[in-house]
Nanobody
Framework: QLQLVESGGGLVQPGGSLRLSCAGS????????VGWFRQAPGEQREWVATITRGGFTDHASSVKGRFTISRSNAWNMVYLQMNNLKPEDTAVYYC?????????????????WGQGTQVTVSS
């Protein structure tokens, strides 16, 4: 069964950092572009960042300069390093895999999703 598993969420104070991890189970993430999305209560799912198979990255303007997406093909993992966190970053964060070419920002284009990990930024 093809599955993505996120980890690394938690409670952090404003200005703090977290690193989220996304692992592929049953398939190799190396062959996919991987994106991170987030969804706050009552809000639509929002694109955060994507990394292509070749390592090209793109980040939403709301997180650019604070968040960094990266991947380790050797470990079949994708990461989201989040620095200088703000209360408005509070959401459930999801990783998703995309088989096509490019850097899609639309959730519906992604083929596989994880269950999500909660990130709460609060003092």
């Amino acid at each position: 069964q093809l599955q993505l598993v996120e980890s690394g969420g938690g409670l952090v104070q404003p200005g703090g950092s977290l690193r989220l991890s996304c692992a592929g189970s049953g398939f190799t993430l190396n062959y996919y572009a991987v994106g991170w999305f987030r969804q706050a209560p009552g809000e639509q799912r929002e694109w955060v960042a994507t990394i292509t198979r070749g390592g090209f990255t793109d980040h939403a303007s709301s997180v650019k300069g604070r968040f960094t997406i990266s991947r380790s093909n050797a470990w079949n993992m994708v990461y989201l390093q989040m620095n200088n966190l703000k209360p408005e970053d509070t959401a459930v964060y999801y990783c998703a895999a995309y088989r096509g070419v490019g850097v899609p920002r639309t959730p519906q284009l992604y083929d596989y999703w994880g269950q999500g990990t909660q990130v709460t930024v609060s003092s």
